[in-house]
């Protein structure tokens, strides 16, 4: 029996144990003057893993809808850039370009996960009660257009130089760069270990059996006295506000938001992560996330020893995503960690 | 008084007039069937009622209440339950969460008690997972309790259904076809079980096509034709009645 396994309660439980111990050294890298030095080969492996512990919180909204609703959302990105120009707008100081207004860092945080989840109400209230593929038309669209507004309306979203000049509070706060490189991922993880404390709560609890039932038969929930619209308006505003944390943070992070960051990438990326891990296991779309992230680092690597241009091997390693998808829907449908009776496919 | 009235409803798809002004009533107590030629609306009757299709035009009265057009969610909160005729079990779900998840009044249904694990979830949640518990075992389906009802047989799905809707402890039961594709042994003892809730004080509303099963179970029985009500009386004088001889040997 491993040390995790005596730990008090469930997974969920566990989840927010390790996430408070790690939001904890966070806090000790970030506010005390110890420093660490980190091996500069190590530089773009937490590089990565940051960016996976903000894709991570991405997922798990994505798996509340999808996984457990049963809700097609196409268009995660731009909750996910809502959070991230929200806080870049009302928080940044002098950017280049567009509207930077100054105001506290986490104001703007809790204004980025309200306006990612404002958005996902009025997009769940337009589309929600209409067929699935509505949903998944509607948030494909609604990411398009809002890609589009921030390429180009230089005058608020900075065009596609974006906005700078955010302020980076772990990097105010730490000795040097290495230990704000450790401190933020520290931070980000043991975000990501609480909300998936929190999601893994509320599947558990009667309210993921209301969810469930949805996915599986709206009609015979409402027959049963569940309000299926109001359950998938909270299941699609939660994941939109998830979403809208992880762009807030990735902002605050990063300190410069641009179109860039927020493509249809960002949305597949998440997307394959959790077909490969199994929809509907908070675990295993983590996992399947990992997977997905952990080969595109692999590729840089292997860059460096294949004989194909840069260009080139971009093409071959979207491909290789691609065939990655096709073989999962085709042998292994409900994903590596899916539980197939569960997400209703044939394995 | 009656529990529920419906008064004058009528639907039509396209051009079809699957129910042309009828009206009918039931008491609270009565144990009533509902027959008639295929397409005679007694489906439809049933989807008007429950809030899954709204009438063009009629009033439907329940408890005293005009309920009408009112979502299926609430009609069912308000006490009214239907099962449908081809059954509806959750596949992907457990035969016990299929009939959990019916349960009334879980505050663990909202986000901040589910989030918080209150204790009045906890205590909801025992006396569900009991209530739950009880019924599975008295259809006989504790053998199968974390089966997912994917793998159910057609008449095990009929007997979940039942359980399922019984969770919500209904005032009014509305049947569609509960014999329908089910063996005679299972169809005799489903018969029995709505006849037990029935003596217990539960309204029933069947909706059958097999004339011999309904007219021993039933007090009352409805046929409908072409959306129209046909006769309404006991089942051997509506056994006796010509046009119905008519209706189902000449339609």
């Not at chain 1, 990326?269 to 997905?292: E, F, K, P």
């Not at chain 2, 009656?2 to 129910?19: H, I, M, N, Q, Y």
């Given at each position: ?8 309660g469930?997974e ?8 408070g111990?790690?939001v904890?050294?966070?806090?000790l ?11 500069s ?23 509340l809808q ?19 120009y ?34 996902g ?10 067929r ?14 809002f ?12 065009g596609?130089?974006?906005?700078s ?30 909300t998936f ?7 558990d ?7 469930r ?7 015979v929930?409402?027959?049963l ?11 699609f ?12 943070l ?9 179109p ?7 949305t ?7 077909l490969?891990?199994?929809a509907?296991?908070?675990?295993g ?13 692999l ?9 194909v ?6 093409s ?31 394995s | ?30 144990l009533v069937?509902?027959?008639?030629p ?19 035009g ?13 979502s ?9 339950i239907?099962t449908?005729q ?7 779900m ?8 019916a349960a ?5 249904e ?10 009045a979830?906890?205590s ?6 009991e209530?739950?518990?009880e ?6 389906l504790?053998?199968l309790?974390?089966?997912y009802?994917?793998n159910?047989?057609g008449g ?8 399922r809707?019984l ?10 076809e ?10 005799r003892?489903i018969?029995?079980?709505i ?6 004080g ?9 004339l ?34 008519e209706?189902?040997?000449g339609?």
């Amino acid at each position: 029996m491993s040390v995790v396994d005596r730990l008090p309660g469930g997974e969920g439980e566990r989840a927010a144990l390790i996430g408070g111990a790690c939001v904890l050294m966070a806090a000790l890298f970030a506010l005390t003057p110890l420093v660490v030095a980190l091996p500069s080969a190590l530089y773009v492996f937490f590089e990565v893993a940051i960016l996976y512990a903000v894709y991570g919180l991405l997922v798990l909204g994505l798996n509340l809808q999808y996984g457990h609703t049963g809700l097609i959302n196409f268009g995660h990105v731009v909750f996910f850039a809502a959070g991230g120009y929200t806080v870049a707008m009302l928080s940044a100081q002098n950017p280049f370009a567009g509207i930077g207004l100054g105001y506290p860092w986490v104001a703007a945080l809790v204004a980025g996960v309200l306006v990612a989840a404002l958005l996902g109400a009025l997009v769940g209230a337009t589309s929600l009660r209409l067929r699935d593929d509505f949903l998944a038309i509607a948030t494909l669209a609604t990411a398009e257009i809002f890609h589009t507004l921030f390429v180009n309306f230089r005058g608020i979203f900075g065009g596609n130089v974006g906005l700078s000049g955010i302020p980076q509070p772990i990097a105010a706060l730490a000795t040097d760069g290495d230990t704000t490189l450790l401190a933020t991922l520290l931070f980000f993880g043991g975000c990501v270990a609480f909300t998936f404390a929190a999601v893994r709560r509320l599947t558990d609890a009667p309210y993921g059996r209301v969810l469930r039932a949805v996915r599986a038969d709206e009609l015979v929930a409402r027959s049963l006295g569940k309000s299926a619209f109001s359950y998938k308006m909270q299941a699609f505003v939660y994941g939109a506000a998830l979403a809208g944390l992880g762009g807030g943070l990735f902002a605050l992070y990063s300190g410069a938001v641009a179109p860039g960051f927020f493509t249809l990438q960002v949305t597949v990326t998440v997307w394959i992560g959790m077909l490969l891990g199994g929809a509907g296991s908070h675990r295993g779309v983590l996992a399947g996330l990992a997977i997905i992230m952990g080969l595109r680092l692999l590729s840089r690597f292997a860059l460096d020893v294949t004989p194909v241009s840069a260009s080139a091997f971009a093409s071959i390693r979207l491909i290789v995503i691609g065939m990655i998808l096709v073989a999962i829907v085709r042998y292994r449908p409900a994903g590596i960690w899916g539980n197939a009776e569960e997400l209703g496919v044939d394995s | 008084m009656s529990l529920l009235a419906v008064e004058d409803l009528t639907k039509e798809f396209g051009g079809l007039r699957a129910l042309d002004g009828l009206s009918v009533s039931v008491d609270r107590g009565d144990l009533v069937g509902v027959m008639g030629p295929n397409g005679a609306g007694k489906t439809t009757l049933f989807n008007c009622v429950s809030g899954i299709v709204r009438p063009d035009g009629g009033a439907v009265t329940f408890d005293g209440t005009d309920v009408t057009g009112n979502s299926p969610e609430a009609l069912a909160r308000a006490g009214m339950i239907r099962t449908f005729q081809l059954t509806r079990e959750l596949r992907t779900m457990t035969v016990r969460d299929n009939v959990r998840l019916a349960a009334t009044d879980q505050p663990g249904e909202r986000t901040l008690p589910a989030l918080l694990r209150t204790d009045a979830m906890e205590s909801r949640e025992r006396e569900v997972d009991e209530r739950a518990d009880e019924l599975i075992e008295a259809f006989e389906l504790a053998h199968l309790a974390d089966e997912y009802s994917a793998n159910l047989s057609g008449g095990q799905r009929k007997l979940l259904e039942l359980a399922r809707a019984l969770m919500l402890d209904p005032e009014l039961l509305l049947l569609d076809e509960p014999f329908a594709g089910v063996n005679p042994t299972l169809t005799r003892d489903i018969a029995d079980r709505i006849r037990e809730l029935n003596s217990e004080g539960m309204t029933v509303v069947v909706i059958e096509h097999e004339l011999e099963t309904l007219t021993d179970l039933v007090d009352r029985l409805v046929v409908l034709q072409q959306g129209q009500l046909l006769v309404d009386g006991s089942p051997e004088t509506v056994l006796d009645d010509e046009r119905v001889v008519e209706a189902y040997l000449g339609g």
